[in-house]
């Protein structure tokens, strides 16, 4: 049975790679402009903001898909606003099937109004909590400090302040080029010395050398996208594969990797979801897991990326479980609760979906 799009909607689904200002909803982007006075959005109807969106984030090219965020964190500097748009994260997520998720987000985006980081985090944290009252979901922050700026150490330790109300780890975000992991050794330090978690941006736009660093010199437990790790994979002409030692590495260690496959394309990864790495990972067994990235700027969720790997690959139940699942053990919630979430909702929910069959029949697809 292939799975179709309604089914894989009512799948569990586990979110690592999700950001905070990149899955806004249309009209709160408008709505919060008119009451905290921002001026500067290209329309104020949300279909048309929506088109914006997207036609502005699908230009293969990592810098400019980051330009659109400009209005979606521009609206977010107030505490009243960063915790409607947390409320609604949580919302928008279970509602899409996500029994847990990691959302990460820049604090030091937030302060132009003149909130503090912490208060940023707070706010964020208490709209996870209000999103939480009506949705069956477990939901972790990752406080992220951007990589082409001088703050990481200061973001670092904002995180740590809160990792008892619910951030559970530290990432760097932002372009690569020309920005190497290794610029914010004093953060990364501060981090593992207090034993916390860390996931880095790396092999998303550039290659190789950002992925060794951020796993050999940084501490990475987990690599946001990854995907030029294919860089040290050799394909032969019989089909016959070669690992180069990174690549090796990684795969011997089962460090997860957080692949965005539509937002890869977007970035100019490639050019269609069949040639995207991830089908040679996943059948390469590396730790692969399937994310979101920005459901505003892409026009992603959880169901489509999923329905959308089904499409290019033929992946059926037991890929999207194995999905699922990687995710899951790979995720930075205290492990007594991963195994919880995975026998209490993952293998239970894929089970009832493949004995329903739910999904179309391959001898007559």
Same mark, same amino acid.
């Not at 919060?32 to 104020?44: F, I, K, N, Q, V």
């Not at 979801?273 to 992603?300: A, K, Y």
């Not at 053990?329 to 993952?346: A, E, Q, T, V």
């Given at each position: 049975?292939?799975?179709t799009?309604?089914a894989?909607?009512?799948?569990p689904k586990?979110?690592l790679?999700d950001?905070?200002d990149g899955?806004?909803?249309?009209?709160t982007?408008?709505e919060?402009?008119?009451?905290?006075?921002?001026?500067?959005l290209p329309?104020t109807d949300p279909?048309?903001?929506?088109?914006w969106?997207?036609e502005g984030?699908?230009?293969?090219?990592?810098?400019?898909?980051?330009?659109?965020?400009?209005?979606t964190f521009?609206v977010m500097?107030?505490a009243?606003?960063?915790e409607?748009?947390?409320?609604?994260c949580?919302e928008?997520l279970?509602?899409?099937?996500?029994v847990y998720a990691e959302?990460r987000?820049?604090?030091?985006?937030?302060l132009?109004?003149?909130?503090t980081m912490d208060?940023?985090?707070?706010?964020?944290?208490r709209g996870f909590r209000a999103?939480?009252r009506?949705?069956d979901?477990e939901i972790?922050?990752?406080v992220t400090a951007?990589?082409q700026?001088?703050?990481?150490k200061?973001v670092?330790e904002?995180?740590?302040r809160?990792r008892?109300?619910?951030? $559970?780890?530290?990432d760097i975000?932002?372009?690569?080029?020309?920005h190497p992991?290794?610029?914010?050794l004093?953060?990364?330090?501060? $981090?593992?010395?207090?034993?916390?978690?860390?996931?880095?941006?790396?092999?998303?736009?550039?290659?190789l050398?950002s992925?060794?660093?951020?796993?050999q010199?940084?501490?990475?437990?987990?690599?946001?996208h990854?995907?030029r790790?294919v860089?040290?994979?050799?394909?032969d002409?019989?089909?016959?594969v070669?690992?180069g030692?990174l690549?090796?590495?990684?795969?011997d260690?089962?460090?997860?990797?957080?692949?965005? =496959?539509t937002?890869?394309i977007?970035?100019?990864?490639?050019?269609?979801m069949?040639?995207?790495?991830?089908?040679?990972?996943s059948r390469?067994?590396?730790?692969?897991t399937?994310?979101t990235?920005?459901?505003?700027?892409?026009?992603?969720?959880?169901?489509?990326e999923?329905?959308a790997?089904?499409?290019a690959f033929g992946y059926?139940w037991?890929?999207l479980?194995w999905?699922t699942?990687?995710?899951?053990?790979?995720?930075?919630?205290?492990f007594?609760?991963?195994?919880?979430?995975i026998?209490?909702?993952?293998? =239970?929910?894929?089970?009832a979906?493949?004995a329903?069959?739910?999904g179309?029949s391959?001898?007559?697809?």
């Amino acid at each position: 049975m292939r799975p179709t799009l309604e089914a894989i909607r009512r799948a569990p689904k586990v979110l690592l790679h999700d950001h905070l200002d990149g899955g806004l909803r249309p009209t709160t982007v408008i709505e919060l402009a008119s009451e905290y006075g921002y001026r500067d959005l290209p329309t104020t109807d949300p279909v048309e903001l929506a088109q914006w969106f997207r036609e502005g984030a699908n230009r293969r090219d990592l810098e400019l898909y980051l330009e659109t965020f400009n209005h979606t964190f521009g609206v977010m500097q107030h505490a009243d606003a960063i915790e409607r748009v947390s409320a609604e994260c949580v919302e928008d997520l279970a509602d899409d099937g996500v029994v847990y998720a990691e959302v990460r987000m820049a604090p030091e985006l937030c302060l132009e109004a003149g909130l503090t980081m912490d208060e940023a985090i707070e706010a964020m944290l208490r709209g996870f909590r209000a999103g939480q009252r009506t949705r069956d979901m477990e939901i972790g922050l990752i406080v992220t400090a951007m990589r082409q700026a001088a703050n990481s150490k200061e973001v670092a330790e904002a995180a740590l302040r809160h990792r008892d109300e619910g951030v $559970v780890g530290f990432d760097i975000a932002g372009s690569e080029a020309g920005h190497p992991p290794t610029r914010h050794l004093d953060a990364f330090r501060t $981090v593992a010395e207090q034993n916390f978690h860390i996931t880095i941006h790396a092999g998303e736009a550039f290659g190789l050398p950002s992925i060794w660093e951020a796993v050999q010199l940084c501490g990475a437990e987990r690599l946001g996208h990854g995907v030029r790790i294919v860089d040290d994979i050799k394909v032969d002409d019989d089909g016959s594969v070669q690992l180069g030692r990174l690549a090796s590495f990684i795969r011997d260690r089962r460090v997860p990797l957080e692949m965005c =496959p539509t937002s890869n394309i977007h970035t100019g990864v490639c050019d269609t979801m069949q040639e995207h790495p991830i089908g040679l990972l996943s059948r390469l067994r590396f730790r692969v897991t399937v994310n979101t990235d920005n459901r505003l700027m892409s026009d992603v969720s959880m169901t489509s990326e999923m329905a959308a790997l089904v499409e290019a690959f033929g992946y059926g139940w037991d890929d999207l479980e194995w999905l699922t699942t990687n995710a899951m053990k790979s995720s930075f919630w205290p492990f007594d609760k991963r195994l919880g979430i995975i026998n209490g909702r993952i293998k =239970p929910g894929y089970a009832a979906l493949k004995a329903a069959g739910l999904g179309v029949s391959l001898a007559g697809a």
